[in-house]
Nanobody, 122 residues
Framework: QVQVAESGGGLAQAGGSLRLSCAASGTIVSISAMEWYRQAPGKQRELVAT???????NYTDSVKARFTISRDNAKNMVYLQMNSLKPEDTAVYYC????????????????WGQGTQVTVSS
C-alpha cells in the first residue's frame, strides 16, 4: 500500500513564502510524475505544477515565476517552494503521485495525499 502525505502548509502574509513537502511511502519502484493541485473554497481543484521523473516541469500561468516544484527521486519526495504569495493562493494543496509502480503487489496506480491548508493574508 502506498501512502502520500503533505506537510508544510500554514499561514503566511502576502509577499511571503512557504515550502510544501510531499512524501510517498510504500514498496515503490518508481513514480512517473508528481504533481501539486490546489482547491480553494467554492472552486474546482486545479493543477498547479507538475514534475516528471526526469525533472521536466510545468506550471499553471498564475504561479509561474513565483512557485518552484522539485523532487528527490531517491526519497520519493516532491516539494513546492512558494514565493511572493498572494491571497488568491489560499487553498488546500494536494500532492498526487502518478503512475506509481509498486511491488507486493505488483501494480501501477495513482495516489493522492489528504491535503495541507495554505492561507495567505493580505
Amino acid at each position: 500500500q502506498v501512502q502520500v502525505a503533505e506537510s508544510g502548509g500554514g499561514l503566511a502574509q502576502a509577499g511571503g513564502s512557504l515550502r510544501l513537502s510531499c512524501a510517498a511511502s510504500g514498496t515503490i519502484v518508481s513514480i512517473s510524475a508528481m504533481e501539486w493541485y490546489r482547491q480553494a473554497p467554492g472552486k474546482q481543484r486545479e493543477l498547479v505544477a507538475t514534475i516528471t521523473y526526469g525533472g521536466s516541469t510545468n506550471y499553471t500561468d498564475s504561479v509561474k515565476a513565483r512557485f518552484t516544484i522539485s523532487r528527490d527521486n531517491a526519497k520519493n519526495m516532491v516539494y513546492l517552494q512558494m514565493n511572493s504569495l498572494k491571497p488568491e493562493d489560499t487553498a488546500v494543496y494536494y500532492c498526487a503521485a502518478r503512475r506509481v509502480v509498486t511491488i507486493t503487489p505488483w501494480k501501477i496506480n495513482d495516489y493522492w495525499g489528504q491535503g495541507t491548508q495554505v492561507t495567505v493574508s493580505s
